[in-house]
């Protein structure tokens, strides 16, 4: 690393111990900005990286709520407002098992800079809470919205903090809880979520945007190449929203997705995903991917029983070693480590867009990067989502609704636009073809610019 951000970095593991996710980020965006520091000797006067690393706000509370058989139940709610230079703080809710304060700072972190990328005027947040909606009714689903909102609601509004969804937070979660900030506030504030229904201020294609635009991205990045998606085979992780839209696009361009993924094991179809099916066992019936498989002849779902996609080495194996010439990686962070990406790399594997948020460990990226293989991380791949999130912020603020065309035209214009800023970034600073570096530089540099222009605050 820089020896100006060396010590910068050692400043963000103390003030954050135990938040590894977050170090893994905060370390991967610093590691690219030592041609950025020095070439503008101007940002480390006025401490902008430092500042950079730490939120403005975080918001811990307790959401207690009531079960079907009468419990009490507790969970911890958070929100992290991290960086408001571009405009509201804004970023999806996650209610998973697994959140705690480290893995939302890491998603707010990213979300700055992704949100930068888009050129849209959001600034960056995450929040979400140790809820886990698994196997949970209709009924306490609601219940536990309207009790995270009931705390929430005070921090957050159209100019202020917008929060949408993310992993266990879809449309019926985002009409809970949009339902509970009306009936507290008694303002019909279409602004101040996203990811709304169609009939009541949401946007069309919001439901596509991540997985498309990260399709998006990847067909520029074979364009750049000479080749497309026409008769490539794909596999995807996770068979959530990301996963299924991304799968889709693929598909509608020509390629075959062959497997994808859920935290029980990988369903592998040679024939390509049925995505109808596919949809009705996962947004319909909400069943686990064992159930894709016993529905369509040409599946087989293989169980991993490690609460991921597999972990490579075992009998098992993982979704990675199902052989494709473009990986979509779209669970969840750190899913796809060294020895995945070793396994890609020999059954051909040529290019790897993050539909998730940091999907692929420190490890794998060093190994795409030393076969040759194109790398676009999540920042930059999936950054289709929030931008669709603020076209549907631009829409409630006309009063207007666009046409779905209309809607992804504007999508796929915006990721163009993002892989060309990458790719130009890149070659500026010295490291032609690394979106890596192209992504975090020139989201840094506008947020930079951005700071430095409104002064120490
Ligand atoms: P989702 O609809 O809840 O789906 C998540 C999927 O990933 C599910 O199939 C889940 O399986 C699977 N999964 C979770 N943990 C896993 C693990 N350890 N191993 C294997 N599979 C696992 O969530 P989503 O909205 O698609 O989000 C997926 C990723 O995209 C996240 O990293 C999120 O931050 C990122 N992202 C989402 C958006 C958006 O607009 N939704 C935008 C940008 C980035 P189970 O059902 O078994 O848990």
Redesign the pocket.
Known sequence: MNPTLQPIFDEILARNPGETEFHQAARELLDSLGPVVARHPEYTDAAIIRRVCEPERQIIFRVPWVDDAGQVQLNRGFRVEFNSALGPYKG?L?F?PSVYLGIVKF?GFEQIFKNALTGMPIGGGKGGSDFDP?GRSDAEIMRFCQSFMTELYRHIGEYTDVP???????GREIGYLFGQYKRITNRYESGVLT?KGIGWGGSLVRTE??GYGTVYFANEILKARKSSFAGKTVVV????????YAAEKAAELGATVVAC????GYVVDEKGLDLDLLKEV?EVRRE??SAYAEARESARFVATGT???GSSGSPAGSVWDVPCDIALP????N?LDGDHALALVRNGCTVVAE?????CTPAAVKVFADAGVAFAP?KAA??G??AT?ALEMQQNASRDSWTFAHTEARLEEIMVGIHDRCLATADAYGAPGNYVAGANIAGFIQVADAMLALGVI
């Open positions: 999806g996650r998973h998603l698994k949408a969804g993310d992993i266990g937070v879809g990811g945007a991540t992780s996770g068979s959530g929203n990301v996963a299924i993924s859920d935290s029980s996962k686990r991917l609460g991921s996609s779209c669970a969840t962070q899913e539909g998730a948020n940091m999907p999540g999936n950054a989502g929030v999130s």
